[in-house]
């Protein structure tokens, strides 16, 4: 290609990158892309998706949160309590699914343009950001299936942008609190975010004292607990102990510290892992406080006994959590055992869309630790880009490094990969955002 040729393709592709109507243009084109996928190869739901499912429809018809004739709080109400009431507004099952999945993911794109321009202050980004997420074949194969990931990502991802926008107010912080109450409930593991989200606050912004980070995060802490609290209430009434959300902590302990430890979720429940517990598998549901506690001291006593092996599973958890991307996947997997070539090929075409954008990000996070040391702003700020990702991996070390996890991380990431490549292709047509004051 000649440099003429070269400069005219440039020159298109800027014309079209900014053109007004190239985001909601993308918006549309890709909840079209997401939508004709969950119609055309619809997913039957399995495994966790069908418990929640089921629990969403006994919520529904008055039942309360309970298996089997038992109340529950083994998994979290946040996901069933949101597809009942989907539920009750759609009365279709794949409509419900399809409807919240699609409000998810809408935010989730209005979220990529807002946080790269508030971040990183490039409109270039922003727009690269989400033609990338628009294409995204993971996210897409998740559309159609009762899975909470998508929606969760779009609760996190909006809280986090509350709390960046409403640091200084207390209105907003006040919603922000609301928001991440609402998102602990769909993944408990949440209620640690704020802090960590928080203190990155107080590094990325210069003007922004530690006291107003802390005043903030105690703003969005009551908030959130105000949210959470009369679940806990709940369960304290119907199981007999405190539980702040759900009985399932112990499980995600003791399976990243045992014996048998894969890195990864396995069957335990046929193995020695469980049956050391002395709770027969069938007595799951109505001893599931007791084997909840029982989970957490067995797997306490393996890391004060293996601490040396427990560390060393960090690293290898971590490894696994970012190793590859076909979660999205496994449903059409198990429903149509005849497409097998085609769901291969929709995997490999993923798995090196993945692997461009981790590339990309992990040059990204270099350039922003090198930004937050040196204090140049405004790449610093993109720091905050990172607090998911980090999140993840923290929680992928200490438990499992299921790779479905890295879910809530990957619309970041795609900003962050954006920022690479406008870096590397150095267009001088880039448009810039005026940064904010602090």
Not at 117 to 139: D, G, K, T
Not at 215 to 235: D, E, H, M
Not at 289 to 307: F, S
Request: hydrophobic fraction near 50%; charge should be positive.
């Amino acid at each position: 290609m000649t440099t003429n040729s070269a400069t005219a393709s440039t020159g298109s592709f800027q014309r079209v990158l900014y053109h007004p109507l190239f985001i909601p243009a993308c918006i549309a084109i890709g909840l079209t892309i997401r939508i004709s996928v969950a119609l055309l190869a619809p997913i039957e739901p399995v495994s966790d998706a069908a418990w929640y499912l089921a629990r969403a429809r006994e919520l529904l018809s008055g039942m309360g949160y309970q298996e089997g004739g038992h109340p529950t709080a083994y998994w979290p109400i946040g996901w069933p309590a949101i597809m009942a009431g989907s539920l009750a507004v759609f009365g279709s099952q794949p409509v419900a699914i399809l409807a919240i999945n699609t409000l998810s993911a809408a935010l989730i794109m209005w979220l990529i343009i807002w946080f790269a321009r508030e971040l990183p202050h490039n409109e270039w980004v922003a727009r690269v950001a989400l033609l990338a997420y628009v294409f995204y074949p993971n996210h897409i194969a998740y559309h159609g299936a009762a899975n909470s990931e998508t929606t969760y990502a779009a609760l996190s991802m909006l809280a986090l942008m509350l709390l960046i926008k409403g640091r200084e107010k207390v209105w907003l912080l006040a919603i922000c609190g609301c928001v991440f109450g609402v998102a602990t409930l769909v993944k408990p593991q949440t209620i640690a975010f704020p802090l960590g989200a928080v203190l990155a606050l107080g590094i990325v912004y210069p003007a922004y004292r530690w006291k107003q980070a802390l005043q903030a995060g105690a703003v969005v802490y009551l908030v959130l607990l105000l949210v959470v609290l009369p679940w806990s209430a709940r369960n304290y009434a119907v199981l007999g102990e405190f539980v702040l959300v759900s009985t399932n902590g112990g499980t995600a302990l003791i399976l990243g510290a045992n014996d048998q430890v894969t890195g990864d979720h396995f069957d335990y429940q046929h193995t020695p892992v469980f049956e050391q517990l002395g709770i027969p598998w069938e007595q799951r549901v109505e001893r599931q406080v007791e084997l909840n506690r029982r989970q957490k001291e067995v797997a306490k006593n393996w890391i004060a006994d293996n601490t040396g092996e427990w560390l060393a599973w960090m690293p290898k958890k971590a490894f696994n959590l970012w190793l590859k991307d076909t979660d999205g996947f496994w449903s059409f997997d198990r429903q149509y055992p005849n497409a097998t070539f085609a769901v291969r090929a929709s995997q490999v075409i993923n798995q090196i869309y993945y692997a461009v954008i981790v590339f990309f990000s992990a040059i990204c996070a270099v350039l922003v630790a090198k930004a937050i040391i040196l204090r140049e702003s405004p790449l610093m700020r993109a720091g905050l880009l990172f607090c998911m990702p980090i999140f993840v991996t923290l929680l992928a070390a200490v438990f499992t490094g299921q790779i479905r996890y890295h879910h809530a991380a990957m619309p970041y990431l795609m900003i962050c990969s954006s920022i690479v490549l406008q870096r590397l292709t150095q267009t001088n047509k880039t448009k810039k955002i005026v940064p904010a004051k602090d």
